[in-house]
């Protein structure tokens, strides 16, 4: 598979982690510092059933990629019954440790390769499969961000107290966002090592946390087609700009300074790129401009 | 505004992809120029671009009787696996190179030697010392991969036979970094060795890469009572053992890997390593190395690192190899590999079955004062 | 009986570090009411202005301390007034704080990196004042090194000052009323801004002792601010917005954490302290002297 296509497939991949963390941090307003421990679980856990339980080939690939996402989703539910009770910052600083506690966990398994890594596993992502996959995530994100669900989600976001007052049952929608997110970052990494062919768990540790959680930034908190046009810049970027290599992390830092000091919507400015976002926003633009019409009138009209 | 940005886009990749002039010859580099291996994959960097840029100040290499330029294309893998199958994946399908030189750590180069096995390029590794670079798990030779520098289980057998031949060593302890391969693996062929030998590991202890307080593991060591502790390890994490050991009392002599040797290991550690002996690749001080380590100080004005010697190396077999071959192609240049048998900086480098150099010298040193004083070779069978 | 006392001894000395990143972090969230993630990236610098006024500026020891510690204070207020004010002017909803805070870690751990380069330095011993260098102390089997007493010495004298100045001082207790109710002290006439400021600038000091004395104690590296997840936990632990918390957690942890990798293995302190910390959050999440944790509305 030639280089092009490579990086087409790690956008791809990308992708499906960033759209669980977008509705995890973007829609939910929770923090995440861990979800590479998410998807180092997805990785591990396909990796074992595709290399090791002798599959016949048709259903190994799939049966993996199950496997992992829903070892994922799993341990998600014990994370959140543990910590989605706490305060913000203290999800945090858990999300923090169950990062960090998955990865010495891994590199103490031998059986997996432990720290040494394990290598030689099948190739069986493909560029079809990675784009199939996406339209699958991007959709069921879609549909989970516009039913009663991905409402209740923005309002804890925005008001927790407010919108348990109002009837949401608060934990309940934390762990929706939890567990899906989970369940996206196991398929991605389900998807990594079978492109890589190659994991281990300094793969998954904080840096790759906080690289999903920077591509979530930059699109905008609260959009899916910013977190879409994130991932593509921030994957795609670094390999038209190599010779800033060293730079880039501190121009990543600042950015998301300045992002959320001074635009927090982030490229896309929580607007959709769908006919009826599009038309929402021009609707907004003509009232906004309808209502200065309107004060100036009244203020000529005062001053007559 | 798109019109700038498609424009933008275009200029830089045409910035990036390097073109072929007539007769020269494109071999790719790939290692960490960031991150916390920088400092070796930056010397490696320097080295190979220097090695070129004396090439073609000579005109070029000779092949098949045709001058060749010869042109280095190097891209960062940031110590990152995926970061370096990325890289791989440009220097081959962008880039077009005959053949690859680096990936100096064993992380980097085990994922990257499926791809090149899969294209046909043949690769080089300077320090990657895990055995799982060239052999597989399965047993499989990995067809396209070589090496230049000896593997762990034979640095683990001549640390172990240095240790009790020739220092009488007969109780061990062992403090290795239990996440990082490199460390575990070299640790574990040191035990099987220095116990086949006769002596006993009294006391072996770990700490997670990242750690600096050592104090805990240490003082189970103490209690241990060991005659000899090897630290198969990185200089930074060795310096801050070394003085925390002696803090605590330990006295006892310290056994290193081809991890230690750096310009930074003694100022880091003060005098707490003096007199403690290593294994390296070769004898950085030495007269072979000489006129590299010159060169290299007076073009970068700072000392080569034991990095660039062993990819200076690496080079050296591939354009070795181009030359035996009369030429640039690929499968020509891997058929030429398998039967590499030349002197390098670092000792004979004779490609033996596995793609590894067969009984290559490793090197005694001992750390005197701000030096680094050769004691002893010694080479063995695989 | 020896190595119990020696890991003790070890556990201490850590601790007193832990103790010194852990109060000012837990003196910023008792007035803010979020963590400041940076905490870490201006430890680091504080290590690396050390470092440089001792190498580069050849000032004696003790005035290469204050450099530091004046440095770490006003790179502190800067990120609060740069980063933080505007936020908290706009209301802005308490997850920007901790991307922001996560940003500017970012940004300046790199920055260090892309200047001054990933490898790790060390306090050369011949700028140490002269009761620092010389062989550890002995008593029987037990070694205490000389650098562990100056840092249990400056930990105790630092906080010590930091609990009188908060109890005693008028100034001390404008800061006890804003992190008890900011509005209600806004009314009494304290200016929250300038106490702000102040909890910035002291946290931000102390930050800078606690880098120069691990930079002392270990080597000074960009990558410091990971270790400082531990003196999160180890605030969390005690009680997050109690200094005494702070401390008592700070050395609780360091010493659960070294019988563990004496006693057990290496391989599971780490694994050990994430559990500390679940285990404490779902069974008393305001630790060990905090007072009640109430949830932001």
């Not at chain 1, 950015?255 to 000091?261: G, R």
């Not at chain 2, 750590?105 to 085990?110: M, P």
């Not at chain 2, 593997?151 to 001549?158: A, E, F, N, S």
């Amino acid at each position: 598979m030639d280089y092009i296509q490579g990086i087409a497939v790690l956008i791809g991949i990308n992708l499906i982690a960033v759209l669980g963390l977008s509705i995890l941090t973007g829609f939910t307003g929770l923090f995440s510092f861990g979800h590479g421990g998410f998807m180092a679980i997805g990785a591990y856990v396909s990796a074992v059933v595709s290399s090791r339980l002798n599959l016949p080939y048709p259903i190994a690939f799939p049966m993996a990629i199950l496997a992992g996402a829903a070892a994922a989703g799993i341990i998600s539910v014990f994370i959140g019954k543990l910590t989605l009770n706490l305060k913000g910052d203290y999800f945090c600083i858990a999300t923090m440790g169950f990062g960090e506690a998955v990865r010495v966990v891994l590199n103490n398994i031998t059986y997996v390769g432990g720290a040494r890594g394990w290598a030689n596993l099948p190739q069986f992502t493909t560029w079809w499969v990675v784009l199939v996959l996406d339209v699958v995530c991007v959709v069921v994100a879609w549909n989970l961000i516009n039913s009663r669900h991905g409402r209740n989600m923005v309002a804890v976001r925005e008001e927790e107290l407010a919108a348990q007052m109002a009837g949401v049952n608060v934990f309940r929608s934390k762990m929706i966002a939890l567990i899906v997110s989970a369940v996206l970052a196991g398929i991605a990494g389900a998807l990594m090592a079978n492109y890589i062919q190659f994991i281990r768990p300094t793969m998954f540790n904080m840096a790759k946390s906080t690289d999903l959680t920077i591509m979530v930034i930059f699109g905008g908190l609260g959009s899916i087609s910013g977190t879409i046009a994130g991932t593509i810049l921030l994957v795609s970027l670094p390999e038209v700009f190599r010779n800033f290599a060293q730079w880039r992390l501190v121009i990543y830092g600042l950015a998301v300074i300045v992002i959320m000091v001074g635009r927090p919507q982030g490229l896309m400015g929580g607007v959709e790129l769908t006919p009826s976002g599009i038309r929402k926003l021009l609707a907004a633009r003509r009232a906004k401009a309808k209502l200065e019409a309107e004060l100036k009138a009244a203020e000529q009209g005062d001053a007559a | 505004m798109q019109k700038v940005l498609y424009g933008i886009l275009a200029a830089a990749m045409a910035l990036s992809v390097n073109a072929q002039t007539a007769n020269t010859v494109k071999i790719g580099w790939f290692g960490p120029e960031t991150g916390d291996s920088a400092l070796w994959g930056q010397a490696e960097l320097n080295t190979v671009q220097m090695m070129a840029a004396d090439y073609n100040a000579k005109g070029g290499i000779t092949i098949g009787g045709k001058k060749y330029k010869v042109q280095i294309i190097a891209y960062d893998d940031k110590g990152d696996s995926v970061e370096a199958v990325n890289v791989a994946k440009r220097l081959i399908s962008q880039d077009k190179v005959v053949a690859i030189v680096g990936a100096q750590g064993s992380g980097e180069a085990i994922p990257v030697a499926t791809i090149v096995d899969a294209a046909k390029i043949p690769l080089v590794a300077s320090t990657a010392t895990n055995p799982k670079v060239t052999v597989s798990d399965s047993g499989a030779v990995n067809s396209y991969v070589f090496r230049a520098c000896f593997t762990d289980p034979y640095q683990g057998k001549v640390a172990a036979y240095f240790a009790s031949q020739k220092l009488g060593k007969r109780k061990a302890a062992i403090f290795m970094t239990i996440d990082d391969p490199y460390s575990t693996g070299l640790s574990q062929y040191f035990k099987e060795n220095f116990e086949k030998a006769g002596g006993k590991v009294v006391s072996e202890v770990s700490y997670t890469s990242g750690e600096k307080d050592f104090r805990a593991p240490l003082t189970k060591i103490k209690a241990a009572n060991p005659d000899v502790i090897f630290i198969p390890a990185y200089y930074n994490d060795v310096a801050l053992a070394a003085k925390q050991a002696r803090d605590l009392g330990i006295k006892q002599l310290l056994l290193g890997g081809d991890g230690w040797p750096s310009d930074n290991l003694i100022s880091l550690a003060g005098t707490a390593l003096e007199g403690c002996l290593f294994i390296n690749h070769l004898d950085m001080d030495g007269l072979a190395a000489k006129p590299m380590r010159d060169e290299y100080r007076a073009k970068y004005h700072k000392n080569a690192e034991l990095n660039s010697y062993m990819v200076h190396d690496a080079l050296l077999m591939v354009v070795d190899a181009m030359q035996r071959a009369n030429s640039i192609n690929s499968v020509a240049i891997q058929k030429a590999l398998l039967t590499c048998n030349i002197q390098g900086i670092t000792g004979h480098i004779k490609i033996g079955p596995n793609h590894d150099p067969v009984g290559k010298e490793a090197w005694l040193i001992k750390l005197v004062g701000p030096n680094m004083k050769f004691q002893e070779k010694f080479a063995t069978a695989n | 009986m020896d190595q119990f006392l020696q890991q003790l001894v070890n556990g201490l000395s850590i601790g007193s570090i832990y103790a010194l990143m852990a109060v000012g972090y837990s003196l910023v969230y008792s007035i803010m009411n979020f963590s400041n993630f940076a905490h870490g990236s201006v430890i680091m610098l504080g290590a690396y202005f050390g470092f440089y006024a001792l190498t580069a500026l050849g000032v004696p020891f003790s005035v290469a301390f204050f450099i530091a510690a004046c440095g770490t204070a006003a790179v502190a207020v800067i990120l609060e007034r740069l980063a933080y004010k505007p936020l908290r002017d706009r209301r802005a909803p308490f997850l920007y704080f901790i991307i922001t805070a996560m940003g500017a870690s970012i940004f300046i751990d790199n920055s260090v990196i892309a200047t001054i380069g990933p490898t790790p330095k060390t306090f050369p011993s011949e700028l140490l004042p002269s009761f620092l260098q010389g062989m550890p102390l002995e008593w029987g089997a037990l070694n205490v090194g000389r650098i562990d007493i100056a840092i249990f010495v400056v930990a105790a004298i630092c906080l010590g000052l930091l609990m009188l100045f908060i109890d005693l001082t008028k100034l001390g207790k404008a800061i006890q009323a804003t992190a008890y109710n900011m509005k209600a002290s806004a009314l009494m006439g304290i200016n929250p801004n300038f106490v702000i400021i102040l909890v910035f600038a002291i946290g931000g000091g102390l930050a800078g002792v606690a880098g120069v004395l691990y930079g002392m104690k270990y080597q000074v590296f960009p990558q410091m601010s990971s270790i400082t997840l531990k003196s999160f936990i180890a605030a969390v632990f005690g009680g997050l917005g109690s200094l005494p918390g702070a401390l008592l957690g700070s050395v609780l942890l360091a010493l659960i954490e070294t019988f563990v990798s004496g006693y057990l293995s290496t391989q599971y302190r780490d694994l050990f302290a994430f559990i500390i910390l679940i285990t404490m959050l779902v069974v008393r999440p305001s630790g060990i002297m905090g007072r009640d944790a109430e949830d932001k509305a």
